[in-house]
């Protein structure tokens, strides 16, 4: 039986009694703790606001500990702080006293680690931030979160020689609408083989496939901060973005799940399982929390 989970204000931590697999999964995008504050001080509504939103992934993850291996979920939604951006990603047109550096086009259009958009380019707030504030918000949340990420990862290569990371989002219908009568329904990104081994990555695309899914690779997402910094295959980690077509699932509209949402979840068990099965060992005992 999975242990209790663990709670902070970063992340909820979903562990196995016994740990079997090197493979970490994460859902950096999930989070869904709006709180007052935020909500008073957004100019969007409580449906816009989470336009952005990986909204159930976590709940598509529920099988990981099943399978001996680990889920790390956000709690801060991403419109408040984006855990999949680097802390140093602040944006001049929305942070006082911030200095453009250089060219990042996630900064510049409005999706650096404190977000100044939200899905459409609608913007979430009619001011700006003090510099302060959105230092607080990396401190409270994005520094926790990947903190535990890297140690769980360090974990996984003591234990099992590597780790394996499964960088789990979802992406609006929109984003793939352009690719064709043959578009993906589920984007694995390695940044084009820097992220990830090529054994990996097939072994991935592989779990999908058996359940009849189509799925690309590397359009038009390759995987952004947490593929670009843990993804490290001659060090033994290994980083796979995914990227779930949200309207196999939910309502995009309404952000509510569909007739079929439990079904879709048994099929996301059987991926988890044969992903887990990638790293998997003799039963390791997880260490005391």
């Known amino acids: 039986m999975p242990q209790p989970p663990v709670e902070t204000p970063a992340y909820l931590l979903s562990l196995p009694s016994v740990r079997r697999s090197g493979v970490v999964f994460s859902s950096p995008h999930s989070g869904c703790d709006y709180g007052a504050d935020f909500l008073a001080r957004t100019v969007l509504d409580g449906r816009l606001v989470r336009s952005s939103e990986d909204a159930f992934v976590d709940r598509l993850l529920t099988a990981v500990p099943r399978e001996g291996a680990v889920l790390i979920a956000a709690r801060a939604p991403r419109a408040y702080v984006d855990l999949n951006r680097g802390p140093d ?148 980690s290994h980083v796979v973005q995914v990227e779930i077509d949200r309207s196999l699932y939910m309502n995009e509209t309404t952000i509510s799940p569909r007739a079929d949402f439990a079904a879709f979840c048994a099929l996301m068990g059987r991926v988890v399982a044969r992903i887990a099965a990638i790293d998997r060992d003799e039963d390791v005992p997880l260490a005391a929390e």
Not at 133 to 161: D, K, N, Q, T, V
Not at 170 to 181: Q, Y
Request: proline residues 5%.
């Open 89 to 236: 990603e602040l944006d001049p047109a929305l942070i006082e006293g911030v200095r453009a550096q250089g060219l990042n086009p996630r900064v510049t259009a409005g999706l650096g680690v404190i977000p100044r958009v939200v899905a459409g380019g609608r913007a979430i707030y009619s001011g700006k931030l003090t510099r302060a504030e959105a230092e607080a918000r990396i401190a409270r949340y994005w520094r926790p979160y990947h903190a535990r990420l890297a140690a769980l990862l360090a974990e996984s290569r003591a234990r099992f020689g590597r780790a394996v990371l499964i960088d789990v989002h979802s992406m609006p219908r929109e984003a793939i609408e352009s690719l064709g009568h043959r578009r993906p329904e589920i984007v694995l990104g390695d940044r084009f083989g820097a992220a990830a081994g090529a054994g990996v990555v097939a072994a991935v695309e592989a779990a999908f496939e058996a359940e009849g899914l189509r799925v690309g690779r590397n359009a038009p997402f390759a995987g952004a901060y947490i593929a670009q910094a843990y993804g490290k295959p001659a060090q033994g």
